[in-house]
């Protein structure tokens, strides 16, 4: 199969920019926290877990599963 070279063809946008992550994690400070609804989760004993970048920085996260106003939640907290 020959391949034909096109030039000056724009590049769709994406729906999440490259890196971005749909988790607050680079606006946390030591002992912020968030929340996330267990049912947005994969499977409730999936937790949101912070961008490996981040982790080899010694970023630092605690989870619980809680009961928040009649919603089960992961909270998240930064803890380093």
Do not use: C
């Amino acid at each position: 199969m020959t391949y034909t070279i096109e030039k000056n063809i724009p590049i769709p946008s994406s729906a999440r920019a490259v890196g971005a992550s749909k988790y607050p994690w680079e606006q946390l400070m030591i002992l912020d926290s968030f929340a996330v609804p267990l049912h947005e989760l994969n499977s409730g004993k999936s937790r949101p877990t912070p961008p490996e970048s981040l982790m080899r920085k010694g970023y630092r996260v605690q989870t619980r599963k809680l009961l928040e106003n009649g919603v089960w939640v992961v909270r998240v907290w930064r803890i380093n």
